[in-house]
């Protein structure tokens, strides 16, 4: 069996190399000619997978390690009969690890604290539900607006977009890319919406770059946003970014002014890049009939296993001191920044993306907690974390 691997899949030689022989190539750079004679493909987020890739193949497989779809052309592999898997909520978990690192940070600049926001969810799917979970569990105010989903299951616990704009102070975006339809996301926040931001307000985007018109945000952060990297006011609209229109050449003018900035990694914790890698391969061994390698063995154990907390914190000081032990989200603003000003927009972004740092996710952690830290185990739990109460 030929199998054709985009080079930044993970654990490559192990979950698909099992199957036959391999060719590994940037995923942006594959071609029919490099199709033509593999049996399978397995993608990240940045192959189009298209009539024109697959017409001439002799695919009977495509595999996307990613939770999101939105470059697979799912109607040209059906009329070829190509079998088709994806990995849903792969990476879920990173993403909340994501949103949470990224409101501690704003909220330590802004010197407010997370539990007096509300934060409303727009797409609650694998993603949003996780994020809904957590904050709610950690006692922060939530608003959530999934219309197929409200559709499907009632209005209840779904609010309307207009809602959520009127009574959050937070609005995270976890919507797929919908070109088109009734429940269409592109651009789902344009300048109408952003108008009706309140002051103060945080805008952040995890979902895909086009589910916001990036030329009205920026006008919105122009107006109303603070000029300057990195800077949030009381007062002024603040936007935490991962993902742009048109990546990898993405708009450096927004990137300047957003709070955040980071090159569409949310999701790049190891945990989620290999479960990705191994939900496809197991699809894979399904199609072909092998048994699958377990997920545990490819998993090695975390660097930062456990850490100590004994004495009484401020309950938000202690969540943000875990989880930057695990996942600082300005690393990533500040490589974005950097391999940008050395390499240049397109070159610095899919760098930052191919050298990643190994990271973790919450869950990989221990915080052992005794004296004052124990009234610190509700939250910590609730953020994500394993709790060890040492009475
Ligand atoms: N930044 C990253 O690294 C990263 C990582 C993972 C996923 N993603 C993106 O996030 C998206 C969401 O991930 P997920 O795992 O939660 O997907 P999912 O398919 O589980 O959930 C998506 C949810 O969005 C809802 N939705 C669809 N159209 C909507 C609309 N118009 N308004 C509001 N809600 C709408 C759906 O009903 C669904 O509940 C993915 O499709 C992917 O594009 C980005
Ligand atoms: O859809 C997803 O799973 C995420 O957007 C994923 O993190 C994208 O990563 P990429 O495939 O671009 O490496």
Known sequence: MKIVVDANVPAAERCFGFFGEMLRL??????????????????????????????????????????????????????????????????AEAVVDYVLSSLLTLA???????????????????????????????????????????????????????????????????????????HATHHLLGAQELDRLAPGSIVLNAGRGDCIDGLALRQCLVGRGMAGRGLVGRDSISAVLDV????????????????????????YSLDGKLRGSWMIHAALAAKTGRTPLSLDALLPPPALAELSLAQALDAEDALRLCVRAVYDVRRDHDRLW??????????????????????????????????????????????????????
């Not at 607006?145 to 309307?160: L, T, V």
């Not at 450096?252 to 990694?265: N, Q």
């Open 244 to 267: 742009w229109e048109h990546e990898p050449g993405i708009d450096a003018g927004l990137r300047d002014l957003a709070a955040l900035a980071t090159p569409h990694i949310a999701g």
């Open 108 to 182: 330590e600049r802004g010197g407010w604290q997370l539990g007096e926001r509300c934060v409303g969810i727009v797409g609650v799917g694998n993603v949003g539900s996780r994020l809904r979970s957590r904050l709610q569990a950690m006692g922060v105010a939530t608003l959530a607006c999934d219309p197929p989903r409200a559709e499907k299951e009632g209005e209840d616990g779904y609010d309307s977009l207009a809602t959520l704009l009127e009574r959050c102070d937070v609005i995270c975006l976890h919507t797929p890319l919908v070109p088109d339809g009734r």
């Open 26 to 91: 940037p995923g942006r750079e594959i071609t029919p000619a490099d199709v033509r004679d593999a049996d399978a493909l397995i993608v990240r987020s940045v192959t189009p997978v298209n009539a024109a890739l697959v017409a001439n193949s002799a695919l009977s497989f495509v595999g996307t390690c990613t939770i999101g779809t939105d470059h697979i052309d799912l109607d040209a592999l059906k009329a070829r009969d190509i079998a088709f898997a994806s990995a849903p909520g792969c990476n």
């Open 338 to 391: 950097r391999q940008m000003h050395e390499e240049g927009i397109t070159l610095g972004f899919d760098h930052c993306r191919a050298d990643y740092p190994l990271r973790r996710e919450f869950s990989t952690l221990k915080v052992n907690l005794s004296g004052e830290a124990l009234r610190l185990a509700s939250l910590l739990q609730a953020a994500g974390f394993q709790v060890n109460q040492q009475t």
